[in-house]
């Protein structure tokens, strides 16, 4: 669970750092979006890579999700809790929410079939033209209100994982511990700050086509 | 005072359960807990009723018998204390109060308000002391042990057993408890022979008596009564991964402490 949750938030923040370069111009992100594609064993063992973390995490999830619902048969009929997170008590609903997520938005930037109104063109370069694609998709009210959904499903899952896997991995000591408390909700801040930042910047005309 | 009581009461382990509501009457401030109940109970006895059957013993915070979930917390509204601890002056007059049992299915309910908390011991025959005989006192400075090292093993071996941490957890994980049990031992120079089997063994044990998985909530550190850290699940976890690394059933550490002499 822990490693292969730290396997698919560093895949994040990579994914996040990379889509930045929608601020250098569509030249810049479409010739990043070429050179990803023009390595087709490097980009297809990455998917696979990252399919299989995927997949493992989802099944692990669910065998300790049942298991841990079997462990307690009758719910109490008052419950107050004084320390456990919001976000560490709906790691399992907001797993969900993220995987739908995913899953959409793979269909629908990766794949290509959601938004029909959306064309693959080439830029002047003979890119394909990622950049137009984005900016084409963020202008759109309900695919911006449903990708912010996602980051708010994103923010509240990794600001519990990071720290929980941290523990999970036996790393405490006095002198780190601060940091690696705040290292789970630091990186979830920093995460969907940054991804929020590229559709925003596009829905309210900043990054235009 | 006065406080309107619902508790949960269940005949038999096979029996079905339901909540009861009880009147509280002429309850002085200075009331703990149990005693508020023990009245509660004489009152059924004059009245022929069937009294609530509820776990105690010291009343006063170290056996680790009392065991009740006051208004959806372990052990009631205050932190580091256990139920017999715990006094009428901390609730406002007439209030309403929701008493249930410890809830998992590796806690079956016995009657009432108890609980079979075997498991735990069970955990604890798993892997949970030292084989070898520890003879009598041994002269001072003899064996070194960092005052560090004394305390934070103190600070795990404060722990009373009484599975406030299990009923605390959304997924009714002990990890907490196994978690102290493990430090405690690894932590001083009798207990690390025997980690890497101790370890395995007991979270084996766990895994038999159908308790969940730690999700480090860290719900149980905030209702323990003794204040253990969800650090020494830190430890067992980092114990656990050692155990998979080390080659098992190692009969001897090379850093026990007579290894300079050899």
């Known amino acids: 669970m822990a490693l292969s949750g730290l396997g698919l938030v560093i895949y994040v923040i990579f994914h996040m750092l990379g889509n930045f370069q929608v601020f250098e111009g569509p030249l810049a992100l479409n010739a990043y979006a070429a050179l990803l594609r023009d390595m087709p064993i490097l980009l297809w063992a990455a998917r696979i890579g990252l399919l299989s973390l995927a997949v493992l995490h989802v099944v692990l999830a669910i065998q300790l999700t049942l298991r841990n619902r079997r462990a307690r048969p009758i719910a109490y009929a008052v419950r107050e809790y004084r320390q456990a997170s919001f976000a560490s008590r709906t790691m399992a609903t907001s797993g969900v929410v993220l995987l739908l997520f995913i899953i959409v938005h793979l269909l629908h930037l990766t794949v290509g079939v959601i938004d029909p109104s959306s064309v693959d063109r080439l830029d002047v370069e003979g890119h394909r033209d990622v950049y137009g694609k984005l900016v084409h998709a963020f202008q759109n009210p309900f695919i911006v209100a449903f990708y912010l959904a996602g980051q708010l499903g994103l923010g509240l899952h990794l600001s519990h994982a990071v720290t929980s896997s941290f523990q999970t991995l036996g790393l405490e000591q006095a002198a780190f511990n601060r940091l690696l408390k705040a290292a789970g909700p630091g990186v979830a801040l920093l995460v969907v700050l940054g991804n929020v930042a590229i559709i925003l910047a596009v829905f309210l005309g900043i990054v235009r086509g | ?262």
């Open chain 2, 1 to 262: 005072m006065k406080f309107t009581l619902n508790i949960w009461r269940q005949k038999g382990p096979d029996e079905h359960g339901r909540f009861v509501s009880y009147e509280a009457r002429d309850v002085s401030s200075g009331t703990s807990f149990l005693e508020m109940l023990d009245s509660v109970n004489q009152g059924l006895i004059a009245k022929g009723e069937e009294p609530v059957a509820f776990e105690q013993d010291c009343r006063e915070g170290i056996c680790g018998s009392c065991s009740l979930v006051i208004n959806g917390i372990p052990h009631g509204p205050d932190r580091g204390i256990t139920t017999c601890q715990l006094y009428m002056r901390r609730f406002p007059d007439g209030a309403v109060i929701t008493i249930e049992p410890w809830r998992a299915r590796a806690f079956p309910i016995i009657k009432d308000l108890v609980v079979d908390r075997r498991a735990l011991d069970r955990i604890m025959q798993a892997g949970g002391y030292i084989s070898v005989h520890t003879g009598g006192a041994v002269d001072g400075n003899v064996l070194l042990i960092s005052k560090d090292q004394a305390e934070t093993a103190m600070d795990a071996a404060s722990c009373i057993g009484c599975g406030a941490c299990v009923a605390a957890c959304k997924n009714a994980s002990p990890a907490l408890f196994v978690g102290a049990k493990v430090s405690h031992l690894e932590l001083l120079p009798q207990g690390k022979p025997e980690r890497t089997n101790r370890v395995k063994a007991m979270l084996e044990a766990v895994d038999r008596e159908g308790f969940g998985s730690c999700g480090n909530q860290n719900e149980c550190e905030a209702v323990c009564p003794k204040r253990i850290s969800v650090r020494f699940i830190a430890i067992l976890n980092r114990e656990y991964l050692r155990a998979g690394v080390v080659e098992s059933g190692l009969p001897a550490e090379p850093e026990s402490p007579h290894a300079e002499s050899t």
